[in-house]
């Protein structure tokens, strides 16, 4: 196993991923995200993210076949206005058929450790009320979940809908 940054040529491996997360999360149908997005995105003048990718050797009796990325996880910087710099952990992703090898322990070493090297404050995740096995990895690693806390969002119809007729 091999982690390493991510690259553009990654996205398409890194979209099948989030693809996969979507579906574990029960919103299959939500991904609207492209390769071409990720791209832009996250190589672009101004990277908007990060990525991690870990990566497997395939068999050696597969000859044919090149590494194979089987997770990864993607983040960014964010700012808080009471600890300063801190990065946002969007996703972390393993392949469900590479679950309980140590990917995803990797992984999130990997940011922690940015986070140590960056000097940020804190790093943040979300996690699913119902995903009990993550919730139990991350409190056994040394993180708090805020369980008073509710996450808070606009899609884009409630976007448009409070721009056209909340702003009038």
Known sequence: MNI?????????????LIQELATFEKEPDA???TVDDLIRDGFGPVPL??????????EPTDTESTKQIVGIALW????????????HLEDLVVKESMRGTGLGYALYSEIIKQGKKD????????????????????EKSGAKVLRDWYVVQMDELGINSFVENKLR
């Open 31 to 33: 991904v609207l995200v």
């Open 76 to 87: 960014y910087y964010r700012y808080s206005t009471w600890k300063g710099k801190t990065i």
């Open 119 to 138: 000097q940020v404050r804190r790093v943040e995740w979300n996690v699913l009320d119902w995903n009990a096995p993550a919730i139990e990895f991350y």
């Open 4 to 16: 390493r940054k991510g690259t553009p040529n990654d996205m398409t491996a890194v979209l099948s």
């Open 49 to 58: 993210f990060n990525v991690f990718v870990a990566e497997i050797e395939p």
